[in-house]
């Protein structure tokens, strides 16, 4: 099983570009989330759905955008990059009950210069 | 707001050695608590999940303990190995959509 795949694995952007972070997961879970995590930092969750065409923000979601059209999909969209939007990137999803392990991808390095 | 607190944020152990990493969160209104392995460039990996109306759980060499009502985990490594460098972090799951609150994480090395 691949489980959760993200793309790109790096990416640098100038000031003012935009992107989208790919996410798809092959497991039919319902959850999936997208965080960043800064050096020394825990992650801090940017958005989040609990199924197709249900978004919500989570702590850190200004400058970020999300869609899920599909209950496989889930892309993070950058509007304007700034250099406060570099950090990791990582997708997870998890089943629709509380006690299931949470599944994440392998990350995407982002630099905006 | 949810607040989980890890120490130490790293540890250097010699190989056999067991040794002892703490959590602890600030609301006990948990579902569970979960402790992550990451290794450098990779993502987070599950190793422990312990439900709120467990105390325990265990797997191979890896036990994790959870106090609820005093807001702490520990996750106990025994004879430690080189293969166990990493950083591991602990999270609780909390509210509706299973959201997850994580800690900065333990960087862990076992030299030889």
């Known amino acids: 099983n691949a489980g959760v795949t993200q793309t790109p694995k790096f990416r640098i952007l100038k000031i003012g570009q935009s992107m989208t972070l790919q996410c798809t997961q092959d497991m039919n879970h319902n959850y999936m989330y997208w965080y960043r995590q800064d050096p020394g930092m825990g992650l801090k969750l940017i958005y989040y759905?609990?199924?197709?065409?249900?978004?919500d923000k989570g702590e850190v979601p200004n400058g970020y955008n999300v869609s899920r059209s599909t209950t496989e999909d889930f892309p993070l969209r950058l509007e304007l990059a700034a250099p406060s939007q570099t950090s990791v990137y990582f997708c997870a999803s998890k089943g629709g009950h509380p006690n299931e392990k949470l599944f994440f991808g392998s990350g995407t390095q982002l630099s905006v210069l | 707001k949810q607040e989980v607190t890890q120490i130490p944020a790293a540890l250097s152990v010699p190989e056999g050695e067991n040794l002892v990493l703490n959590c602890s969160f600030t609301?006990?209104?948990?579902?569970?608590l979960q402790w992550f392995r990451q290794d450098p460039g990779k993502g987070l990996t599950s190793l422990l999940l312990i439900q709120s109306s467990q105390r325990e759980q265990t797997s191979g060499r890896l036990n994790a303990s959870l106090d609820k009502s005093s807001g702490r985990s520990t996750l106990y490594i025994a004879a430690s190995q080189p293969g166990d460098s990493a950083t591991y972090l602990c999270a609780v799951t909390t509210g509706t959509a299973s959201k997850l609150t994580f800690g900065t994480g333990t960087r862990l090395q076992v030299t030889l």
């Open positions: 759905s609990v199924g197709a065409g249900i978004t």
């Open positions: 609301d006990s209104a948990i579902y569970n």
